[in-house]
C-alpha cells in the first residue's frame, strides 16, 4: 500500500472508529499527537489530555452520528518521513423523532509522521465553519 493510501486509510479509521463508539482506539490515534480546536483554541497532548474530548462525545454508549469526510488531499514528504493532509468534514446525528441533523461542518488540517514504518497523527487542526456554538466542539 502506498504512503498516500496508508494515510488516507488512517483519517478514515478515525471517523469509523467514532461513530462506532470506540473512544479508546480515537484517543489512541492520538497518543503522541496534539489535537488542536479553533472554535476554542485549545491544545491538547495526548491521551491522557486528549480522552476527555472523546469521552463527553458518548451517549448510551456510541454517540448515534456519522462523520462525513470529503475533499481529502494527501501530501507525502516520503523521504523525510512526514505527511500532510485536508479534509472537509461534516457531523450527521440521529434524532429521537427518527431523523437526521446535520450538526457541524468544518476541517481536518493534520501532520503524520512515520515512525518505524507506521504513519501516525502527529498534529490535528479542527476548525469549524458551520454550525459552531460557544461550547467545546471538538470533533
Known sequence: ??????ITALVHSY????DGGD???????FEHATLRSE???SVLRGSDEIRPVYQRLKVDGAP???????????????EAGTAESHCYWTVLRDVSTG?????????????????DGQWR???RLITVDLGAGPVDRAR
Open 64 to 78: 448515534r452520528t456519522k462523520h462525513l469526510l470529503t475533499n481529502l488531499t494527501v501530501d507525502v514528504g516520503a
Open 39 to 41: 472554535p476554542n483554541g
Open 99 to 115: 431523523g437526521i441533523d446535520v450538526v457541524l461542518s468544518g476541517q481536518y488540517v493534520d501532520r503524520f509522521e512515520k515512525v
Open 15 to 18: 471517523a469509523l472508529l467514532l
Open 23 to 29: 473512544t479508546e482506539a480515537v484517543v489512541a490515534l
Open 121 to 123: 497523527f502527529a498534529d
Open 1 to 6: 500500500m502506498s504512503d498516500a493510501a496508508e
